[in-house]
């Protein structure tokens, strides 16, 4: 050996020990912090894309489909379902404001016994995963559909709503249409426990064709007339976007007085406007479907937003990480961006693969605003397209998450729980009591042991966990964390 490799080696000698002495004991590192990260997919009933898988199925059939979907977004380690309750004026649970879907029994307004929102709440919430309501503002019918209902939107308050193409609209600038969508969201969060009210892309229409092959103009003549009639200062397309502002601000201000603690997020389109300096071309959502998103963002009026980044990440013009970099940098508030992840795209094009979803995560990874994704649609990960499923278990999410922590809405931490722990021969048992009015969602149980600290994340329907007694554990504590992310103390 030479002088200079024996030199090498003796530094690296004298350096692992400098590092050894440096390092904290074990029994002196502190307890670490669950991963945080909001996790969730898009259950479409719209068309029946998700569910149910068809028109018509028995209560128990359905049952079935959601305890399913449930269950593998369990699997996969997900905390939240975006659940789609109002896809064209009609209910997917039990209303008096508006029909059963004809999604669900086959003809609208047709009742059914089961109440598919009561139960997906019940069912999800065992699992520790959250729901959030996810309602149409406007649209009111949809061109898959064959019925309509005597008590639907379009017969009872027929000025409210506009023939639109293939579609049926409820008119944004209509002070009816507004109270209407208004009052159906209301009832939604008072009756249910639901986590969160979410709208999608869908504001104004995106442009239908006439015969000839021409954009058809949005059809809101007379309110237009109406508003030039008070002097309204404002062009028509500002004025287009000042109504659909003013009813996404008062839904906002309607959820926070009812239920504090309901969260508001919307899913715009993926691009506010092109931005051609920043690389960004395609389609004005803010121009075409009069939605400014931005706005939204900036001002806090939502609690998150997750604009739909549905391309590639080498895609030119719509890139991915350039997108999120874009909307990161107009989050003046501090709100959530959790993008939409195109799950559907999975095989349309070489490049599209479960491989390109892991990459978009990692990217939404690098700040903490940005750690959090909802895939479109769940039939896309319950067809395991591309192999997703072990894309999304063995890779993507290892480890279960907790949301990031809301600090902008003002509520109190919940309780640390009350803690017992017996000892057998080969297991500890440790169980707990939920204590205090502030009610938790998970519970996170953190144990130290020789190799040291490990965590398990618990939904709030269990109390009690057994561990191995040949880890030698040597401290034990079990923290609440409620529906906002939230963590107590621990004990």
């Given at each position: 050996m030479s002088i200079n490799q024996?030199?090498?080696?003796?530094?690296?000698?004298?350096?692992?020990?400098?590092?050894?002495?440096?390092?904290?004991?074990?029994?002196?590192?502190?307890?670490?912090?669950?991963?945080?990260?909001?996790?969730?997919?898009?259950?479409?009933?719209?068309?029946?894309?998700?569910?149910?898988?068809?028109?018509?199925?028995p209560p128990e059939k359905q049952k079935a489909e959601l305890l399913a979907s449930l269950d593998l977004a369990k699997k996969l380690r997900l905390n939240a379902v975006i659940f789609q309750v109002r896809p064209m004026a009609d209910a997917v649970y039990r209303s008096q404001l508006e029909p059963w879907s004809e999604f669900l029994t086959g003809e609208m307004g047709k009742p059914q016994d089961f109440d598919p929102l009561e139960f997906v709440v019940s069912e999800a919430h065992k699992r520790g995963i959250l729901v959030h309501a996810w309602f149409n503002p406007y649209r009111a019918y949809h061109p898959s559909a064959r019925t309509m209902s005597d008590d639907h939107v379009a017969r009872r308050k027929p000025t409210a709503v506009r023939q639109y193409g293939r579609y049926m609209w409820l008119d944004p600038t209509s002070p009816e249409a507004q109270r209407h969508s208004l009052d159906v969201i209301e009832d939604v969060v008072r009756r249910y426990d639901v986590d969160g009210v979410h709208f999608d892309d869908y504001f104004y229409p995106y442009a239908e064709n006439d015969a000839a092959g021409h954009a058809i103009e949005f059809p809101d003549d007379t309110n237009w007339a109406e508003y030039q009639k008070t002097d309204g200062k404002l062009s028509r397309d500002d004025w287009r976007r000042s109504n659909v502002n003013s009813f996404i601000e008062a839904v906002g201000r309607a959820i926070k007085k009812i239920k504090p603690d309901v969260v508001y997020g919307i899913s715009p389109f993926g691009i506010w406007q092109p931005v051609p300096e920043k690389g960004i071309a395609g389609f004005n959502a803010y121009a075409e479907l009069y939605a400014d998103s931005r706005k939204w963002l900036q001002d806090g009026t939502v609690d998150y937003l997750s604009p739909q980044f549905y391309w590639e990440t080498s895609r030119k013009g719509l890139s991915f990480p350039v997108l999120l970099d874009w909307w990161s940098a107009q989050n003046t508030k501090g709100r959530f961006i959790w993008p939409g992840v195109a799950a559907y795209r999975i095989g349309s094009t070489p490049t599209f693969t479960s491989g390109e979803i892991a990459s978009q995560i990692a990217a939404t990874r690098l700040t903490s605003l940005t750690s959090g994704a909802i895939y479109f649609s769940f039939k896309s990960l319950r067809n395991d397209m591309g192999g997703i499923q072990k894309a999304l278990s063995e890779d993507v999410y290892k480890h279960e998450a907790i949301i990031p922590e809301f600090t902008w809405i003002k509520s109190s931490r919940p309780s640390p729980p009350k803690v017992s722990i017996r000892s057998g021969i080969d297991y500890i048992r440790v169980s707990w009591k939920e204590v205090g009015n502030r009610k938790a969602f998970w519970f996170v149980v953190y144990a130290k042991d020789k190799d040291g600290w490990s965590y398990s994340i618990l939904p709030a329907s269990e109390h009690k966990i057994s561990l191995s007694a040949d880890r030698r554990i040597e401290k034990i504590i079990v923290t609440s964390v409620d529906r906002l992310g939230r963590e107590s103390a621990g004990k």
């Open positions: 024996r030199s090498l080696q003796n530094f690296v000698v004298l350096l692992s020990l400098l590092l050894s002495l440096l390092a904290p004991p074990l029994n002196a590192q502190p307890r670490p912090k669950p991963e945080r990260e909001f996790r969730a997919v898009w259950i479409a009933t719209v068309d029946n894309i998700d569910f149910p898988t068809q028109k018509g199925l």
